[in-house]
């Protein structure tokens, strides 16, 4: 399975997919996460593999 | 996806942009940019002195980081605000900010407002029954008067934000579906300086927050990530969301809302009635009816376009 974490949340999609559809099927905009994978930031297009830990940084701010 | 500009796997994709870059020239692009825009909203040049608003977050440490790469005099100004929110917010954002300006041997002033003001934000904001119960009111109204009173008593000549393209967006839309029309006609990258006023510009204006963080990430910058304690459920974010929902359907739409209220902005189209005078009604010279244009109104133009094409064009049938 892949993992992605946003914050203190985890959810997990099976490998194979695009990063979009993964982003997509949990439900989180991807125009508000920046991805990355062991340090290195990915894009939409990349395909998740098993075993993947995907770490989702939130870019909204302000108050 | 791969680097416009060398082909290797790009790091970072704008799709308002119709680009994808690496790690590396996305490092070079972003300064360059910010180049470009300082330029043409003509914010400031070289021999000034800047003062850099720094909160600890990735936009204002992310503006200091590419004005001092781009050689320009940028000192900071951090305002210790006393939120804690039981994730000692303001603390850390502090030592953030210092581990940055130390790292990069950079000039930081700070002002501690319940050093100076006797009581911290929160407790500002309580005794002041200003805000609705929450602070950023008082917070606000707090920032803009120290930002001001700084760069005007250390004599720097224009206070720099890293305010982000949805910074401005939100704040747009908030303003627009209010028709804030005081606040519309305000809104711009520069708010000149007037008596008593520091220039005030948003080098960052035309980048969105998703880019910003990048390049936070992309440089090693570490920034505040957890976000203010009084923030969350907060109108600003809820515009931000509604305008990435709106972007990730149409891409550019964000961008496109902004730049297009500048343009507007600065031709002098927005809430003058006068305009409305001045655009002279004439009648179309084939049916009567009233047209903007001296000649023939879009209807009459539309039906002779149509006439004039051949028969074959028109489905075979002539349609006399």
New interface residues.
């Given amino acids: 399975m892949v993992k992605l974490v946003l914050r203190n949340k985890e959810y997990e999609v099976k490998p194979g997919m695009t990063l979009l559809s993964a982003l997509q099927k949990i439900n989180i905009l991807p125009e508000s996460v920046i991805a990355t994978r062991e340090g290195e930031m990915i894009l939409d297009d990349e395909i998740l593999k098993d075993g993947d830990i995907v770490k989702l940084i939130a870019v909204i701010s302000g108050g | 996806?791969k680097c416009r500009k060398c082909g290797n796997k790009?790091?970072?994709?704008m799709r308002q942009h119709k680009l994808?870059l690496c790690?590396e020239h996305y490092l070079e692009w972003v300064p360059e940019q910010t180049e470009r825009f300082i330029k043409k909203y003509e914010m400031f040049k070289h021999h000034e002195k800047i003062l850099v608003a720094v909160s600890g977050?990735?936009?204002s440490l992310a503006l200091w980081d590419i004005l001092t790469r781009l050689g320009y005099q940028a000192d900071g100004l951090y305002l210790g605000l006393g939120i804690d929110g039981g994730i000692n917010y303001s603390h850390e954002s502090q030592r953030l900010t210092e581990k940055f300006a130390n790292e990069h041997n950079l000039k930081l002033h700070v002002v501690d407002i319940e050093k100076e003001y006797g009581q911290p934000i929160p407790v500002l904001s309580e005794i002041s029954h200003r805000g609705h119960g929450k602070p950023?009111a008082v917070?606000g109204l707090a920032k803009r008067h120290e930002m001001n009173r700084i760069a005007r008593d250390l004599g720097y000549d224009v206070l720099a934000t890293g305010h982000n393209l949805?910074?401005e967006a939100?704040v747009l839309f908030g303003n627009t579906l209010s028709w804030s029309s005081e606040y519309l006609l305000r809104q711009g990258p520069v708010l000149p300086a007037s008596d008593g006023l520091a220039r005030k510009v948003k080098p960052l204006c035309r980048f969105y927050?998703?880019e910003?963080?990048?390049y936070s990430?992309?440089r090693g910058v570490e920034y505040i990530?957890e976000?203010?304690p009084?923030?969350e459920g907060?109108q600003?974010?809820y515009y931000?969301?509604l305008l990435?929902?709106l972007?990730?359907a149409r891409p550019g739409a964000k961008l496109t809302f902004y730049l297009r209220f500048l343009e507007a902005r600065n031709r002098g189209d927005l809430f003058i009635e006068k305009n409305m005078e001045r655009a002279h009604l004439h009648s179309c010279p084939k049916c009567g009816q009233p047209t903007s244009t001296d000649d023939l109104c879009s209807f009459c133009r539309m039906i002779n376009k149509v006439n004039s094409m051949p028969a074959a064009v028109l489905g075979g049938e002539d349609i006399a």
Avoid: H, P, W
């Fill in positions: 996806m790009a790091s970072v994709n994808a790690k977050g990735k936009d950023c917070c949805d910074d939100a927050e998703r910003m963080t990048a990430l992309a990530y976000e203010c009084f923030a907060s600003s974010i931000k969301e990435n929902q972007e990730t």
